[in-house]
């Protein structure tokens, strides 16, 4: 990965003023289905990511996720633990990753599912694109990404700086992780300006919402209408679910009932709809001031 630093550098394609972490094409993912998951920070991605990739697996998928956030707690429902990132294998071994084995960074989870914590930069220092293209790379270096059918990227909150935007220039579709309220509204349309900025140099295409923590859809509904989005999925906000990260585990493996069954069937409703192909959407993003006008006046 190369950051372009220059501020006289005429083509800025990723967005006009910015410094961009650009894309090495040998570290790019050609063989899986790749789902990258924003949103708000605490609004769910973890919980929807780790219960997504169990849907795909039980579809029959072969399943890798990657988690992209200093915390790296992505994985930690499917591993059942707080799993070594790549950054901190890499330390161990002085970044010499040809002395690094599968097993020292990938931890097979719940489902058959492979779980990777890319994890971060020390605060305030370093580059979390940086940080996914070495993780990217040692997984095209152990031939990893050549057996699995779907990759998903679960980002550090609603950071879109070039760094944590980065996972965006390996994705197919992104999905916007949101809750029926103004701040989470709010934080999507910056994802989704990002999305479009990564768009136009790379595949990577809006493919819609996932309502999450929400009894209403009111307020969501208003904001996709005025700027093109489809909420794809509609979780509740069950304790159940809550339930189910204290006890260290994805729904699937909650006792069942209605409610968990339910929400079960909608995760794999959703990932069937995905790996079918979901249509990219066109979206226009709001200024500031005009979602404050459609949802901050009510």
Do not use: W
């Not at 999305?195 to 493919?207: C, D, E, F, T």
């Not at 729904?251 to 790996?275: G, K, S």
């Amino acid at each position: 990965m190369t950051a372009s630093t220059s501020s006289h550098n005429s083509t800025r394609p990723d967005g006009a003023g910015s410094v961009q972490v650009q894309l090495d094409p040998s570290v790019s993912i050609d063989t899986a289905k790749v789902f990258a998951v924003y949103g708000k920070g605490g609004i769910g991605k973890s919980t929807t990511s780790s219960n997504l990739s169990v849907a795909f697996s039980k579809l029959g998928k072969r399943v890798l996720q990657i988690g992209c956030d200093p915390k790296h707690d992505s994985t930690f429902t499917l591993t059942k633990t707080l799993v070594p990132t790549v950054i901190d294998v890499l330390e161990s071994v002085d970044f010499h990753s040809e002395e690094l084995q599968v097993e020292d960074f990938v931890y097979e989870g719940f489902g058959g599912v492979l779980c990777v914590e890319a994890g971060g930069p020390p605060a305030g220092t370093g580059c979390g694109g940086y940080v996914v293209g070495q993780t990217v790379k040692l997984l095209k270096e152990q031939h990893l990404l050549e057996d699995t059918d779907v990759v998903i990227f679960d980002v550090l909150g609603d950071v879109v700086c070039g760094g944590f935007a980065s996972p965006l220039q390996h994705a197919d579709r992104a999905l916007i992780v949101t809750a029926n309220d103004f701040d989470s509204i709010f934080a999507m349309n910056r994802i989704v300006a990002a999305i479009l900025a990564k768009s136009k140099n790379y595949k990577v295409r809006v493919g819609g919402v996932v309502a999450n923590r929400s009894a209403g859809l009111d307020q969501i509904d208003r904001f996709n209408s005025a700027v093109g989005l489809k909420t794809l999925a509609h979780f509740p906000d069950l304790d159940a679910i809550r339930r189910s990260r204290l006890q260290k585990s994805t729904l699937f493996e909650m006792d069942p009932t209605p409610e968990i069954e339910a929400v079960q069937n909608e995760y794999l409703r959703l990932a069937e709809a995905l790996y079918e192909g979901a249509d990219p959407l066109v979206v226009e993003p709001m200024k500031d001031r005009e979602i404050f006008d459609l949802l901050g006046f009510d």
